[in-house]
């Protein structure tokens, strides 16, 4: 186990709606990054926060937002969900933000959101 | 824009054989190029850590190399055991703090 958790697990929400996912970064960590997978296809990347700054950003629109707190963990929300939203949302965190030093990116286990 | 392919989508071998997967990249300005491993539905399971220095990484079974020239990196695994059966993802670390991600190969080892 890596050390990240993400909560809850599964969850399955209605479109339209907000949601709020969790990140516990492994300890000594102070960057957490999230990611987008749909099925079948690799992670594309979200954002990223370093030292409760967001630290870089890929392409989604603005109703996916995001937070890191003093503890370093981190909440993403996604706005006015669409049925295209539905996919494993990861996070990664890590010692250092990607692109200073060799960082390695330690993954959480995911929440599967469903939308329906 | 940095893309990545990995080839073939999808391998099936018979328990014993070696694996070799492949990844490919446009731009070979990266700093380092990690292998995972996903199970369904599951997160992703760090394997190998190559930097941009180096040329291979080797664990137990497993060993990665890199050639930045041609834009290749692949990974190996000897000895296949059904447990190998999973998805194995490559992604590079570039400019941008991000991590960019090919499709993954899905591999089955049949007992």
């Known amino acids: 186990e890596t050390g990240v958790t993400q909560s809850p697990t599964h969850l399955i929400k209605t479109r339209g709606q907000q949601v709020t996912l969790r990140c516990s970064s492994q300890s000594g960590h102070n960057t957490v990054s999230w990611y987008q997978q749909a099925l079948g296809q690799g992670p594309q990347f979200i954002f990223q926060?370093?030292?409760?700054?967001?630290?870089g950003r890929g392409n989604f629109p603005p109703r996916f937002s995001g937070l890191q707190f003093p503890n370093y963990s981190s909440e993403l929300n996604v706005n006015a969900l669409e049925l295209d939203d539905s996919a494993l949302y990861l996070c990664?965190?890590?010692?250092?933000?990607?692109?200073?030093?060799?960082?390695?990116?330690?993954f959480g286990q995911g929440t599967r959101l469903t939308v329906v | 824009k940095q893309e990545v392919t990995q080839i073939p989508a999808a391998l099936s071998v018979p328990e014993g054989e070696n694996l070799v997967l492949n990844c490919s990249f446009t731009d070979s300005a990266i700093y380092n190029l990690q292998w995972f491993r996903q199970d369904p539905g599951k997160g992703l399971t760090s394997l190998l850590l190559i930097q941009s220095s180096q040329r291979e990484q080797t664990s137990g079974r497993l060993n990665a190399s890199l050639d930045k020239s041609s834009g290749r990196s692949t990974l190996y695994i000897a000895a296949s055991q059904p447990g190998d059966s999973a998805t194995y993802l490559c992604a590079l670390e570039a400019a941008g703090n991000k991590l960019t991600f090919g499709g993954g190969t899905r591999v089955l080892v049949k007992p």
């Open positions: 926060y370093y030292r409760e700054e967001e630290n």
């Open positions: 990664a965190s890590s010692t250092n933000p990607h692109g200073l030093l060799n960082t390695e990116a330690f």
